[in-house]
């Protein structure tokens, strides 16, 4: 038992660093591609190649979300993956190019209310991802279902460095913004091939898996996804419409985008966490699912230090990034990495009760959080303005949490380890110390700053007696395994 239980979790820790690494390619391309698209189609380009990709990204990632947990827990759950497969792909298809055909059509009404007449045509030829994305998310979601934890970072890293190498090279051959669009197209085709390489789904292929029973998990998993959509929004969007500048929106935004880091962590982790639970529990391995998920809630209460260091260090953080004309945003920071910590638990509680056959349960404890995030930001942001939105958010976000711990003890009477939590706030207390009182004589030092730091946060642990000999052995078996790779790769 306990073998199998080090192999489970080595494998988790092992596929979180890899997917983890491979998302995290998102932030320096990211900010390439920005850089050279800003520099290449000007303020007016951007901003309409920004505007259509904002509106199709919404489409995918609501049409993906719809049966993304579900395709994880059901393929996990068989060792004949390939029924349920096919009609994945074949309801991803479908609903995919249904909606692509109508935004193809309601492209020029569209473009008439936003006030962007060329914002027709680029529509429209976005339109042609939707369906390539949405076929890449299945194949890769079923990936993860068959614990292809490696397959599916590498697919993830091919569709990054990609997307830079395309948008780049049709953009300086004066392609502009469609030659932008072609390059987020040209990176999704590019990601469906390996998922479909690593995962041949026979799609055309009759399926006999009955709809009802895979709804029966979609739906309220679907309604969870969108009502924290929402939610994740709602402050910003509140912000402005009770009376706040442009200026507090940017201030606010630029907040939100340096909260995101955490997110990339959750969503490394919890399909991973999801995959591995369902074949435990196929497996009617139930106390190591247990065991399993009392990690996972632990984990996500030894990453608080994080929240603790982004707080100390947000002025220096903000003025080496935005400038000194952002540093309204650190406060602002200070809040909403709380917040993102808290969605976090969410969203691995979440991962767990779909795991148990609970899909309706996250639904339920979300349903109320955005009542009252709404209530909160009527009554505060008047008074407060956007620390006030940030408050708001970071303390539904952590009543959230809470909620979440509490049915995941009703359903298994496990909670997160008590010991984790008071070492993890005497390690937040430390280093917020640290970070508060280190002086810093150039912006640029700031992340040497952060580097220490991050690296101080498993020292402490260690020294305080947070892992034990297995622990250790495990995380020094992943980072040999992981310079092995490096300098086989090299």
């Not at 009759?206 to 959509?229: E, H, K, Q």
């Not at 074949?279 to 391995?285: D, K, S, T, V």
Request: include cysteine; glycine fraction near 8%.
């Amino acid at each position: 038992m306990k073998s199998t239980a080090t192999q489970t979790n080595r494998k988790i820790l092992d596929g979180t660093v890899w997917v983890f690494l491979a998302e995290g390619l998102l932030l320096p391309t990211g900010l390439i591609t920005a850089g050279v698209l800003t520099r290449q189609l000007g303020p007016a380009g951007y901003g309409l190649f920004t505007l259509a990709s904002v509106i199709v990204a919404w489409i995918e990632w609501s049409i993906t979300s719809i049966f993304s947990r579900t395709t994880i827990k059901f393929v996990g759950e068989t060792s004949d993956w390939k029924p349920i497969g096919a009609l994945v792909v074949q309801l991803h298809l479908a609903v995919s190019a249904g909606v692509a055909l109508l935004l193809w059509v309601l492209t020029p009404a569209l473009a008439a209310a936003l006030h962007e007449p060329e914002l027709d045509n680029y529509l429209r030829l976005f339109a042609l991802d939707i369906p390539i994305f949405s076929l890449a998310s299945a194949q890769r979601n079923i990936l993860i279902g068959r614990g292809q934890f490696r397959e599916r970072a590498l697919a993830t890293a091919g569709r990054w460095t990609l997307r830079l190498l395309f948008i780049v090279l049709l953009v300086e051959l004066g392609f502009s913004v469609s030659g932008a669009i072609l390059g987020s197209i040209g990176a999704s085709l590019v990601e469906y091939l390996i998922t479909g390489y690593f995962a041949p789904v026979p799609w055309l292929k009759r399926s006999n898996v009955p709809l009802r029973s895979l709804f029966g998990y979609a739906l309220p998993l679907f309604g969870f996804a969108m009502t924290m959509r929402l939610y994740d929004k709602l402050d910003l969007f509140l912000l402005k419409f009770l009376g706040g500048s442009a200026e507090q929106s940017g201030i606010y935004g630029a907040a939100q985008n340096l909260a995101f880091i955490p997110t990339i962590l959750s969503i490394s982790f919890s399909p991973l966490l999801l995959s591995s639970l369902s074949r435990l529990l196929a497996a009617g391995e139930l106390s190591q699912a247990k065991q399993l998920s009392r990690q996972a809630l632990r984990l996500i209460v030894a990453l608080l230090p994080i929240g603790a260091i982004t707080a100390a260090t947000a002025p220096d953080i903000i003025q080496l990034i935005y400038g000194e004309a952002f540093l309204a945003t650190a406060p602002i920071l200070s809040l909403l990495i709380f917040s993102a910590l808290g969605l976090m638990m969410i969203s691995v509680g979440t991962t767990i009760l779909t795991a148990a056959s609970k899909p309706s349960w996250p639904l339920v404890i979300a349903a109320p959080l955005l009542p009252l995030a709404a209530y909160g930001h009527w009554w505060i942001i008047p008074t407060w303005q956007a620390q006030g939105a940030a408050m708001v958010t970071m303390l539904v976000a952590v009543f959230g949490a809470v909620l979440m711990v509490c049915a995941i003890y009703r359903l298994w009477q496990i909670l997160p380890p008590i010991a984790t939590l008071c070492r993890s706030l005497l390690v937040c207390g430390a280093l917020y110390l640290l970070a508060s009182y280190w002086p810093i004589v150039s912006p640029l030092w700031v992340l040497p700053q952060l580097l220490v730091l991050g690296l101080m946060i498993p020292v402490l642990f260690l020294a305080l007696g947070e892992f034990n000999r297995q622990e250790i052995a495990l995380a020094g078996s992943v980072l040999t395994t992981l310079i092995t790779s490096e300098r086989q790769r090299q």
